[in-house]
């Protein structure tokens, strides 16, 4: 199993000056024709969260101080993560053309989705932190700990997209289960509400959704302005390297077959 992703891996970091191309062309043509053009990167969560303030704060009460800030704080990661897996699972089925050519590297495909909305996610987060300082929340050093977080996202989110990506080749069911399945995990994760007002008896799911962990750690450093659980870094540095490991092994044990299924 070490060995096959081993494999991939070197493959990615062979073709690193072509994944980069591909990305750049991924985040250009993203918003190509369009008026606004990047700028889009900075709208698409404003309005998200305009929305959910609107609705959560102001509808439904939903107490949390300084709300805007925190639903922000765990909207762009999971932005970061559902588009990746929404985008990612079709990364093989949509490059047809280009598997079918026997030189080029299939194993790029994925990651490249992952990086172009990682690339999103960095381009969002000056924003964040405006709204930070906006609303006087104050920055600390444990802001140190965010890179080992993002770490650990990365590390996730390739993961599954590798996986799913590759059984979407051959049960196209895939997307649309993943598609639906995500406005769930959404609902399931602390991002417009705080775990607070989940009554103690549910509170031990948390645990096993190693998204709502993420959100978790980013609410303690973002907002206050405290180190993650030291478990809980581990747990999901361990997860991610886990969900890496089966994602590049699946890829790898199906990838001869993709020319002919597509």
């Known amino acids: 199993?070490?060995?096959?992703?081993?494999?991939?891996?070197?493959?990615?970091?062979?073709?690193?000056?072509?994944?980069?191309?591909?990305?750049?062309?991924?985040?250009?043509?993203?918003?190509?024709?369009?008026?606004?053009?990047?700028?889009?990167?900075?709208?698409?969560?404003?309005l998200l969260l305009v929305v959910y303030a609107l609705v959560f704060s102001v509808y439904m009460r939903i107490q949390v101080e300084n709300y805007a800030v925190f639903v922000f704080v765990g909207l762009l990661p999971w932005i970061w993560f559902s588009s990746s897996l929404?985008?990612?699972?079709?990364?093989?089925?949509q490059s047809g053309s280009l598997i079918t050519k026997s030189m080029f590297p299939a194993e790029i495909l994925p990651i490249v989705k992952v990086i172009s909305n990682l690339m999103n996610y960095l381009f969002s987060l000056p924003l964040l932190f405006i709204f930070i300082i906006v609303y006087g929340v104050p920055i600390t050093?444990?802001?140190?700990?965010?890179?080992?977080?993002?770490?650990?996202?990365?590390?996730?989110?390739?993961?599954?997209?590798?996986?799913?990506?590759?059984?979407?080749?051959?049960f196209r069911d895939t997307q649309h289960i993943l598609n639906n399945f995500l406005i769930l995990w959404f609902f399931l994760c602390p991002i417009i509400y705080p775990i607070s007002q989940v009554p103690e008896e549910y509170r031990w799911t948390f645990n096993f959704n190693p998204?709502?962990?993420?959100?978790?750690?980013?609410?303690?450093?973002?907002?206050?302005?405290?180190?993650?659980?030291?478990?809980v870094l581990g747990a999901l540095l361990i997860i991610g390297f886990i969900c890496t490991v089966i994602g590049f092994w699946t890829f790898e044990k199906n990838k001869e077959m993709f020319a002919e299924e597509i």
Request: overall charge positive; charged content about 15%.
């Open 141 to 170: 050093i444990s802001l140190l700990w965010l890179p080992i977080v993002m770490l650990a996202q990365t590390l996730i989110t390739v993961g599954l997209v590798y996986f799913f990506s590759t059984i979407n080749v051959r």
């Open 86 to 93: 929404t985008e990612g699972v079709n990364s093989i089925t």
């Open 211 to 231: 998204i709502a962990l993420l959100t978790i750690a980013y609410q303690d450093i973002l907002i206050h302005g405290a180190r993650p659980s030291a478990k």
């Open 1 to 46: 199993m070490f060995k096959t992703c081993k494999e991939s891996l070197g493959t990615i970091l062979a073709r690193r000056e072509l994944i980069t191309i591909l990305v750049s062309k991924e985040l250009k043509s993203r918003y190509r024709g369009s008026a606004l053009g990047m700028m889009w990167t900075f709208l698409n969560p404003l």
